[in-house]
């Protein structure tokens, strides 16, 4: 993929997600991975009018290949992510409303709807650490092992996937499982789905073939 595609796919990535609601002025951020390069939102770009040139490429090592922008202060955390896994080609993150305030309060977000488990099952929330630091990049990276998402504490959410599409999906689906636990709660407490439960719907997905669709799409339920 050429690197102006790459920027442009991220920087409309960026704008989805701002339109969604997720990225708010110009918090979070978005990247994605193509062979050696990443490309990543720049520092302090306002996302809802993310530009092509608002976006930087880098080597896998932080080195900047293109554009005139400062990457996000979270490059480390998205270079480690890419270093960690072969399959996640995106990384998303946000500081989407009801998943910030999820990660204020709870130390994991349990499984109450069975799409969760498209994320990789209960959601972990990383401990705090101050923002752009090697050790919060450190603790966010266990908090998604075997995971396609994560909260950190106080501060927001990260979303990983095979596809830039996919992370975005993924930091969506997040947002509204933290809503619904949060409106699930409102209402007394709310039923987690047993272990039990949580295998039949794997074994479901798999035998009807949902393993690779997203949730949203299903249209028989
Ligand atoms: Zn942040």
């Known amino acids: 993929m050429s690197s102006l595609v790459l920027r442009e796919e991220v920087a409309s990535a960026a704008r989805r997600l701002a339109h969604e609601g997720l990225l708010v002025g110009t918090s979070g951020n978005v990247s994605c991975r193509s062979a050696d390069v990443v490309a990543v939102t720049a520092s302090g770009v306002t996302l809802a009018g993310c530009r092509p040139e608002d976006v930087t490429v880098v080597s896998l090592t932080g080195e900047v290949v293109e554009g005139e922008l400062r990457p996000t202060s979270e490059l480390s955390l998205h270079l480690g992510l890419y270093a960690d896994t072969d399959t996640a080609t995106a990384v998303v993150h946000t500081h989407a409303p009801w998943s910030t305030a999820i990660a204020c309060v709870l130390e994991e977000l349990p499984v109450l709807h069975y799409q969760q488990l498209l994320l990789g099952g209960t959601v972990r929330v990383a401990p705090y650490a101050t923002f752009g630091t090697p050790e919060l990049a450190i603790l966010v990276r266990e908090a998604l092992t075997g995971r396609q998402a994560a909260l950190m504490a106080n501060h927001g959410s990260v979303s990983i996937g095979a596809t830039l599409e996919a992370a ?54």
Not at 182 to 205: C, F, I, K, M
Not at 210 to 220: I, M
């Open 168 to 221: 975005v999906e993924n930091a969506l689906l997040l947002e509204w499982l933290a809503a619904l636990h949060h409106r699930a709660s409102a209402l007394g407490t709310p039923r987690v789905l047993t272990a039990a439960e949580q295998e039949d719907v794997v074994l479901a997905a798999l035998s009807r073939g949902y393993g690779t669709v997203h949730p949203h799409k299903e249209t028989d339920e």
